[in-house]
């Protein structure tokens, strides 16, 4: 199995431990010469912080890490397609590569909304790859099918 799908993978059981949680299941990793330096998934609810993203949590664990704001070098792996301010800290943090699973019709601002990385004004670019992986999907269609659930009970 290719090296970016086996850290894909890593970043789906950070998802996992979000849904298990009850938070939306996105989970991300970054890695660095071949070594995952950090992992993260969503935690908005349980930090009441609308910036818990997990690609941002993760991306703070990294620059601490590391010790440094610049990830050159660096692969953001993420189970989900990142919205736009994920994005704007992805370019901030001048991460070399994403590579990510599913695409969010919603929030998405790589190909779903917007294609932020292909403007030409932005001033760092970056190589982006989508690797399917269907038990991605599946966890947030089963998260938000118990969610819409939940809400029609309590209506």
């Known amino acids: ?19 298990k949680l009850g938070e939306v299941p996105i989970g991300a990793i970054i890695v660095k010469d071949r070594k995952i ?16 993203h997990a690609e941002l949590l993760a991306i703070k664990e990294a620059s601490r ?4 704001w610049r990830l050159n070098g660096c692969t953001l792996y993420s189970t989900v397609e990142p919205c736009i301010m994920c994005c704007g800290v992805i370019i901030q943090s001048r991460i070399d590569r994403l590579v990510y699973s599913v695409p969010d ?5 790589i190909e ?3 294609t932020i990385f292909k403007d ?3 001033n760092h670019r ?6 399917y992986i269907k038990e991605a999907e599946e966890l947030l269609k089963e998260f938000f099918k118990a969610l819409r659930e939940r809400c029609r009970s309590l209506a």
């Open 120 to 122: 030409k004004k932005v």
């Open 112 to 114: 779903s909304l917007y």
């Open 37 to 52: 330096i950090s992992r993260a998934f969503n935690r908005k609810e349980f930090l009441q912080d609308p910036t818990a």
């Open 105 to 109: 019709p919603k929030f998405g601002g």
């Open 65 to 68: 890490k590391l010790n440094s």
């Open 126 to 131: 970056l190589e982006v790859k989508k690797i």
């Open 1 to 19: 199995m290719e090296l970016d799908h086996l850290f894909l993978l890593e970043a789906l059981k950070e998802a996992k431990k979000a849904f």
